[in-house]
């Protein structure tokens, strides 16, 4: 049972380029949803959908867009990435929000803008 | 105890000693939380929950402790082993009315001495 996979693990960008980060989940959850950790500090939340075609803004979203057209995928796409995106990107999916229920996360994807 | 701040707070302990990770949180609200334990590289892994109508609850070697009064939390893990070794985050949820909204705590680093 694969879970959560990120795509890529790792990630160098130029700043000014623009990527994809890709999830998906095989758990037929209705909830994603993309954190961001930093140093020294808890996971933030960037975006988050309760379903597909349902998408709305978290904690942290300036920079990021994100999209649902599946139960399965939810990418998060960075438009223009400034060396302030440096940070490890989690994915995580679960059965009813997550004020309600655990979540389930990927391993993460670090990506580092120069 | 967790703390937001570039200096994650430490915890070392001898294997087979009983370890307490503590946790505050401010938001009288709050009314779901959660344990996640993060091994290196690794996507945060849910460990217990409890919600606010209990004071504590019981797993595999681990109880978590709930006080609303001082809004404080804690991991206790009974007989630590070395597997235990990880960053522990405490979460929290109440942030109405986005139930999605999951708040995480920066973390603590147990690490178990052999």
């Known amino acids: 049972n694969a879970g959560v996979t990120q795509t890529p693990k790792f990630q160098v960008l130029k700043t000014g380029q623009s990527m994809t980060l890709q999830c998906a989940q095989d758990?037929?959850?209705?909830?994603m949803s993309w954190y961001r950790q930093d140093p020294g500090m808890g996971l933030r939340l960037i975006h988050y959908?309760?379903?597909?075609?349902?998408?709305d803004q978290g904690e942290v979203p300036n920079g990021y867009n994100v999209s649902r057209s599946t139960t399965e995928d939810f990418p998060l796409r960075l438009l223009s990435a400034a060396p302030s995106q440096t940070s490890v990107y989690f994915c995580?999916?679960?059965?009813?929000?997550?004020?309600?229920?655990?979540?389930?996360f990927g391993q993460g994807t670090r990506l580092t803008v120069v | 105890g967790e703390s937001v701040g570039l200096h994650l707070p430490t915890l070392s302990v001898q294997e087979g000693d009983n370890s307490i990770i503590n946790c505050a949180y401010s938001?009288?609200?709050?009314?779901?939380f959660i344990w996640y334990k993060q091994e290196s590289g690794k996507g945060p892994q849910f460990i217990i929950d409890?919600?606010?109508?209990?004071d504590k609850r019981q797993g595999q070697r681990v109880t978590v402790l709930l006080n609303k009064t001082v809004k404080h939390l804690s991991l206790q893990i009974a007989a630590t082993q070395p597997g235990d070794s990880a960053v522990y985050f405490c979460?929290?949820?109440?942030?109405?009315?986005?139930?999605?909204?999951?708040?995480f705590g920066a973390g603590t680093r147990l690490t178990v001495k052999p």
């Open positions: 995580a999916s679960s059965w009813k929000g997550q004020g309600e229920s655990e979540a389930f």
């Open positions: 758990m037929n959850h209705e909830y």
């Open positions: 959908s309760v379903g597909a075609g349902i998408t």
């Open positions: 938001n009288s609200a709050s009314d779901y």
């Open positions: 409890i919600r606010s109508n209990m």
């Open positions: 979460a929290e949820s109440g942030h109405r009315p986005n139930n999605n909204d999951m708040r």
